[in-house]
């Protein structure tokens, strides 16, 4: 019958192998002192200890194969916490229980991961719901509202409202595509681009009451996706400008590896327990909470995506100002041999009159 079990390959193993030993040894015999018969009945007994022996200690040696073996098979879905005993020293069993329950380990926290992700995924689709709804809404009572009384209806007026829904509409879906490519976006998009000549385009394109104060190094050369950038400056800029009171600052410079800007306002900034809030999706202060100052509360939240997927970081601190202040890095591109840095400082951007342009729609602070 053939062996269902480790424990049984190794029992039949020594047997079989005892046994072999034992004929020869009982034929040897039996050829020089004539006593087969003694021999013979002498190697069945050892024989039969042997088989009993190996399957003792094969037993024993097996018992916790077996423990992992029954752990294993209690192990859920539903809770991955549990572990597989790990028996002392360093010998094949023991380290296939580390070995299994470090790959338990990282199941648990892919789990983890995983369910962390569908969370916010959830809560980001029933955040995208709500926002979407609020202008389909004004728009639907805007036109249930001229259907039933048409002849008190101010169409001029009906428009400009609808059309304020629409435009907010629009900017929510676009923002939430951006986010989308944003995410997707790969290595083979970006190429180097001079972020002291982006940071002062950004300035001359855009109008506003208040001109920042610009401080920046010369040739910070770093490796991005240039629209994406664009972007990412864009929306720090809104922000400040929405919420400056009378000075913006915008500085650049490289700070050992990474190239740091920093974007700073006057205005009423950020509480320190909120400075980490203000990155999520869809979030906005109580301080701009209405439509004319909310924007679509995604800003800031693209901003720290594209600074992530170019493998930089963004964060929020006090501005020496007295409002807030955003802190970006980005890895610096290795600068060419034989160039030299300068420094910018000037208190207005050196813009030609046929690069500036008329202002851009502000975004508020989430």
């Known amino acids: 019958m053939r062996p269902q079990s480790l424990r049984g390959y190794i029992t039949a193993f020594a047997t079989v192998l005892a046994a072999v030993l034992m004929i020869l040894a009982a034929v040897l015999g039996a050829i020089v002192t004539h006593h087969a018969l003694l021999f013979a009945s002498q190697a069945v007994i050892v024989?039969?200890?042997?088989g009993w022996g190996v399957w003792k200690v094969a037993g024993r040696t097996l018992r916790p194969m077996e423990t992992i073996r029954a752990d294993l098979a209690a192990i859920n879905v539903h809770d991955l916490s549990t572990r597989v005993p790990?028996?002392?020293?360093?010998?094949?069993?023991?380290?296939?229980?580390?070995?299994?329950?470090?790959?338990?380990?990282?199941?648990?926290?892919?789990?983890?991961?995983?369910?962390r992700t569908l969370q916010s995924q959830r809560q980001f689709a029933a955040d995208a719901s709500h926002e979407l709804r609020t202008p389909l809404a004004g728009l639907r009572a805007q036109l249930e509202e001229a259907r039933l009384h048409p002849d008190q209806t101010d169409v001029r007026e009906m428009a400009e409202l609808a059309l304020r829904d629409v435009e907010r509409l629009q900017a929510i879906i676009s923002d939430l595509l951006l986010l989308a490519r944003v995410s997707t976006s790969g290595p083979a998009e970006r190429r180097p681009v001079d972020l002291t000549e982006l940071v002062q385009d950004e300035v001359c394109q855009r109008g506003g009451r208040i001109q920042p104060r610009l401080s920046l190094e010369a040739d910070v050369m770093v490796n991005a996706?240039?629209?994406?950038?664009?972007?990412?400056?864009?929306?720090?800029?809104?922000?400040?400008?929405?919420h400056a009171t009378n000075a913006i600052e915008v500085t650049l410079r490289r700070e050992g590896?990474?190239?740091?800007?920093?974007?700073?306002?006057?205005?009423?900034?950020?509480?320190?327990?909120?400075?980490?809030?203000?990155?999520?999706?869809?979030m906005r202060l109580d301080t701009a909470r209405s439509r004319d100052r909310g924007g679509t509360g995604l800003g800031l939240a693209i901003a720290r995506d594209i600074a992530v997927s170019h493998g930089g970081k963004l964060?929020?601190?006090?501005?020496?100002?007295?409002?807030?202040?955003?802190?970006?890095?980005?890895?610096?591109?290795?600068?060419?041999?034989?160039?030299?840095?300068?420094?910018?400082?000037?208190?207005?951007?050196r813009c030609d009159s046929r690069t500036r342009g008329p202002g851009r729609p502000h975004r508020a602070r989430p």
């Open 47 to 50: 024989i039969a200890l042997t």
């Open 86 to 115: 790990e028996p002392r020293g360093e010998d094949e069993i023991a380290k296939l229980a580390r070995t299994v329950n470090s790959t338990l380990s990282r199941i648990e926290q892919a789990k983890e991961i995983t369910m």
């Open 315 to 349: 964060h929020a601190e006090a501005s020496p100002l007295g409002g807030a202040e955003f802190v970006l890095r980005l890895p610096l591109m290795a600068p060419p041999l034989g160039s030299h840095s300068t420094a910018v400082d000037s208190a207005t951007p």
């Open 225 to 242: 996706v240039p629209g994406y950038l664009g972007r990412l400056l864009g929306n720090l800029l809104d922000n400040a400008q929405r």
């Open 257 to 282: 590896p990474d190239a740091e800007l920093i974007v700073r306002d006057d205005g009423e900034g950020i509480p320190s327990e909120e400075r980490e809030r203000v990155f999520e999706r869809f």
